[in-house]
Each structure stands twice: as structure tokens, then as C-alpha cells.
């Protein structure tokens, strides 16, 4: 089995939920413009069940952040995690949440702060984000990436990215960039 740098959340009196998997994060600054850009952020090795992948906005986004959704890469194929025709976050300020809660052909949800909001599951959902399984390509780089496009130079903002996963294979870990 693989080591992680990965831990477990904790309740109340620090004692770790395992029921969820494990989790880790990374803050990301929104850099590049006049483009779409892919901001690599956790590297996928062997196989793993993804519970869950949201970020939150640390610092307000440029006024043109539009089409953002996650992607895998393997370097020779890129498939999308969420709608790669993605959601506008222009503008958006510290404190609003983005979420993956629905299938791949789902955009990814915007939990704005704009106002006290709350997101649930629909009906058919079962829990809120939506589990998927990840699995690395032999003899390549997988990555899980965001994706945006930017008509702003320089563009503006940052995120704090979250995943909380559990291994399936021997080797399954997922690691930071």
C-alpha cells in the first residue's frame, strides 16, 4: 500500500471520520490570460474513488473567469469531470464555493455568497457531491485539472481546491501539485 500525505477529517473531539476518505487540499492563484488555462492541481496514481472535489474562492475572481470545470489528463486525453462547457464565476467573490454534486454531463454548481444560499441534492441524488472512480493511465502523468478561460490580462483570484478520496487499488493515492 501507498503512503499519503492525505488525513482524515475529524469531529468534534478530533476523532477522524474514515467513513469519508481521505482528504487534501491546495491553493491555487488564477494566472495567465487571453486564454483558456489549466491549472494542474492533484496527481492520481493507480485507482481511486473520488467522494468528493469542491473549492472554495479565497480571493475575488477577475471579471472574465468563464467556461470553469474540472478535467482528468493523462497527457494524451483530457475527459471531463464536470461540463466542459463549464460555469461563469466572473467576478466572483472570497467565500463563494464551487462543487462537483452532479454526473460528468453536470456543470460544476456555484454556491455563490452573493446572498445566504444553500445547495442540496436533487431527488435522485443520494449525497451531495457525486462519487466517481479515477483511474491513472500506465506509464503516463494523470492529473486532475481546472479549467477556465480568461479574455482578462492578467487574470485575477485564487481558490483553495479539495478532494477527499479513498484508494481502490494497492497503489491508488492522490497527491498535491
Known amino acids: 500500500m501507498t503512503t499519503s500525505a492525505a488525513s482524515f477529517s ?6 477522524p471520520i474514515t467513513t469519508d476518505g481521505l482528504t487534501l487540499s491546495t491553493t491555487k492563484s488564477m494566472t495567465g490570460g487571453n486564454a483558456t488555462i489549466a491549472i494542474p492541481l492533484f496527481h492520481i496514481t493507480g485507482s481511486v ?17 468563464t467556461a470553469a470545470y474540472w478535467r482528468l489528463n493523462d497527457q494524451t486525453a483530457q475527459v471531463a469531470i464536470t461540463l466542459a462547457t463549464g460555469t461563469t464565476l466572473s467576478s466572483k467573490k472570497a467565500g463563494s464555493t464551487i462543487v462537483k454534486k452532479g ?3 453536470t456543470a460544476l454548481a456555484l454556491v455563490d455568497n452573493a446572498a445566504g444560499a444553500i445547495s442540496e441534492p436533487t431527488t435522485l441524488e443520494t449525497t451531495f457531491f457525486s462519487p466517481f472512480v479515477a483511474q491513472k493511465k500506465t506509464a503516463a502523468v494523470t492529473d486532475i485539472e481546472y479549467v ?10 485564487a481558490i483553495q481546491f479539495f478532494i477527499r478520496f479513498i484508494p481502490l487499488s494497492a497503489d491508488g493515492n ?4
Open 10 to 15: 475529524r469531529d468534534a473531539n478530533r476523532i
Open 49 to 65: 474513488e473520488i467522494r468528493g472535489l469542491w473549492g472554495v474562492i479565497t480571493t475575488d475572481l477577475g471579471s472574465a473567469h
Open 148 to 157: 477556465y478561460t480568461t479574455s482578462q490580462t492578467p487574470t485575477t483570484g
Open 174 to 177: 492522490i497527491t498535491v501539485i
Open 103 to 105: 454526473l460528468a454531463a
